[in-house]
């Protein structure tokens, strides 16, 4: 478990920033197999983009290829 | 006038190459837009060879730089006190649509388009004196992660394109 405590912010803005981008890329990441996980166990995308905070339309377009993803393995 | 229009068609085929090479990588690190490192990474695939020389002649080893792409990730992430290895996963799907690259990726591609009256023909070493140039960014840090003085690269990768320039 991460202590958020222990999240340091650098003061360099480079490492900062760069800290940032590694964060939206794990996240990311993260997002992809939990959307394949939960189609796996059959929820629906309005259930999916519920649980992400966005539209279902918008969850679909942006992450519709892990369902295609899914079906070719 | 017949030479200037083979270089035109072959800096167009190597244009293509160029961003099918970095979507393919882009799509492998699971993202649709490719970014400079993608670009990088693509510039060390064509067959010209003159990327692969531009490191080589800098003491790195190019097949190091995707290893290295992954390592700054890591990296920044202990930055900040996160020891998270991102998890490997499949590669993604191109987007239908138009071919769209990330803002590092777009910078890459407007110098290259800005410098294209010196591209006779257009190189792999064009690719890489650009993104030396970067002193930001993912392909910043994976050449730091590499131990790359960027001058010394920019430098390289300007000799050898100039002298692709001068022989044809």
Known sequence: ?73 | MFQAIKSKLSNMSTIKLLCERAETYALLDQQREPGAEHFLLAALDLPDGTARLAFEQSGVEPDALRAAIERQYVDALRLIGLKADTPADMPISASPGFYQAASSGREIMQELAASRKDHRPLLGAHVVGIVAGMSHGVAARALRALGVDAVVLRSAADAIAENGHAKA
């Open chain 1, 1 to 73: 478990m991460v202590d958020l405590h222990d999240i340091t912010v650098p003061t360099d803005p480079d490492e900062a920033l760069a800290a940032v981008v590694a964060l939206r890329r794990l996240a990311d990441r993260i997002e992809r197999q939990a959307v394949r996980s939960a189609l796996r166990q059959g929820w629906p995308w309005s259930r999916i983009a519920q649980a992400l905070g966005i539209t279902k339309q918008a969850a679909h377009k942006r992450l519709s290829d892990v369902a295609a993803d899914d079906s070719s393995t």
